[in-house]
């Protein structure tokens, strides 16, 4: 499974940016698809992750201005970011989660793509 990933970026505290990562490479199911980040010197932290039926669940300190998308036909997730804050700069991971005709869950990351919010 190959995820790319997009729409890193610099941008002034208080604008928007947004990411998008496609899956490829697999005909098994894609189940959870997300994001996670991390910042220099602190452990990888989710920030968002959306079912196959479209149930989100969001980083408190993120919700109200990100949104998490995903188009299951394309095997894509789009991280809408808003509002962005100094505090958000981090390489932003996609996370895909592949269910195999067996039953099992194989996880699989992106390459990371950096955002950089300014001050």
């Known amino acids: 499974v190959q995820l790319q990933a997009s729409g890193g970026g610099l941008v002034q505290a208080g604008g928007s940016l947004r990411l998008s990562c496609a899956a490829s490479?697999?005909?098994?199911?894609?189940?959870?698809m997300g994001w996670y980040r991390q910042a220099p010197g602190n452990k990888r932290e989710l920030v968002a992750s959306?079912?196959?039926?479209?149930?989100?669940n969001y980083a408190d300190s993120v919700k109200g201005r990100f949104s998490l998308s995903r188009y299951n036909a394309e095997k894509t997730v789009y991280l809408q970011m808003n509002s962005l804050k100094p505090e958000d700069t981090a390489t932003y991971y996609c996370?895909?989660?592949?269910?195999?005709?067996?039953?099992?869950?194989?996880?699989?990351w992106g390459q990371g793509t950096q955002v950089t919010v300014s001050s």
């Open positions: 996370n895909v989660d592949v269910r195999t005709d067996w039953g099992n869950i194989e996880e699989y």
């Open positions: 490479g697999t005909t098994f199911t894609i189940d959870d």
């Open positions: 959306i079912t196959t039926g479209g149930s989100t």
